[in-house]
């Protein structure tokens, strides 16, 4: 029998998410070489938003082991020479990335070879452009995820001096499924339409944070509900990202799940949770703000549409739809229109609905070998140090225990032994009070601080 020529890979993903856990997890397979084996190790930075067991369960991928950690138990981890990754994927909001950079390239001093490093966003980047690229500067690769972003990307690290070579263009990780197939609405007046067909479905796409107020969110659940009144043959879904007490990359004050409670919604109305990919095959239209779910919609040529009601503006996200022809407000739905997507709007996003999404990882896969078979790496380089940001960067490391250098501060968590059975009920007992602090007290406080 001729030897097997797949090559081990062993991969380790740090994600502070239950998104970013998806999107960290899901790269780590698109980007690694063909031939690869993968050995997939999950590690879940401790903090408000680690994903619970049914939040991992809903992402669907399976980590060879998988632990919580701290930023500095991470670093204690992988710089044990026994921890001999050879890729490393930071799945983590900007500031945590940088402190990990500098806690890695410390950890790592003086090894003959060490990881190949690689992170990038989640999903659509239309608010803090330059911090967060910035932020990421320093890894091997930094991941675009559209031929815009990768492009964006290189302006602003060219425009600060910083290198800009490891910048690559890719791909959402997350995108697939069948492609539509057209399914018109039918009325109840034409019983006969009915036979063999499913419902034509609508699905709102809800978002954690966007909007925030009590009011821009309530009017968005009434014409929801308004829309499945109004059409009694469709099903109406409202698709929402946690249930009550889970917390997901951004804090939801006002669950849409308490506020449906004072309404009176239809029969063919529903929430539904789950895996989005799941929704979308029985998806008809698919209405969002600006959640990264229009993409994948558009990816399999679902009818998408971005709401106006609330305008057009930045702090929605809707504003990074401009051009996309997906634009649409609640009348033109309830009137029955179906939004029609720019093409080249559309290919400029990575959404490759053109059919050229399995080679969007081309270029990453290519580099992450070309990387894997030097002989050695330089050592990581941010482009934040304390030369060229003294008043920024050391109040990045110490939010993660780490000094100006990158080293473990005093008082540090420990990550030597593992914790006792006492010290981890603990742990779940502060964890759980400090989320029902972020998500229930600390709302109400502002709101009477508002009155």
Known sequence: MPAS????????????????????SLTANRVSPADSDIRLDGYLLRGRATPTARQLEEVGVR???LREVTAVEFLRELGKEDHAYDVVVLALVGGAVQAVLHGLDRAWDGRAKRPLVVTGYVGVVYEKLADGLLLRHGADLVLANSRQDADRFRAVYEGVGADAGSVTEVALPFLGGAAYTENDPYTENDPSAKQGRRPYTVVFAAQPSVPESRKDRTYLLDRLIRHARLHPDREVLLKLRSRPGEHTTHIEELPYQKLVQKADPPANFRLVYGHMGEVLDRTDLLVTISSTAALESLHRRIPTAVL?????REALGNHHFVGSGCLASWD???????????????????????????????????RITELLAADRLPPLAPYYTPVTAPGYLPGILARHHLGPDGSPLPGAPAADREPSPVRQIVRRAARGAYRHGVQRVAPVIRRMGEL
């Open 332 to 366: 033109q739905l309830d009137a029955g229109h179906r939004p029609a997507p720019d093409a080249e709007w559309v290919a400029r996003q990575g959404v490759a609905a053109d059919g050229s999404y399995e080679t969007a990882f081309d270029a990453a896969r290519l």
């Open 63 to 65: 980590a060879d082991s």
């Open 5 to 24: 020529t797949t090559k081990s890979l062993r991969v380790a993903v740090l994600a502070d998410s239950d998104t970013r856990w998806k999107w960290g």
């Open 308 to 312: 106006t009601d609330l305008g057009v």
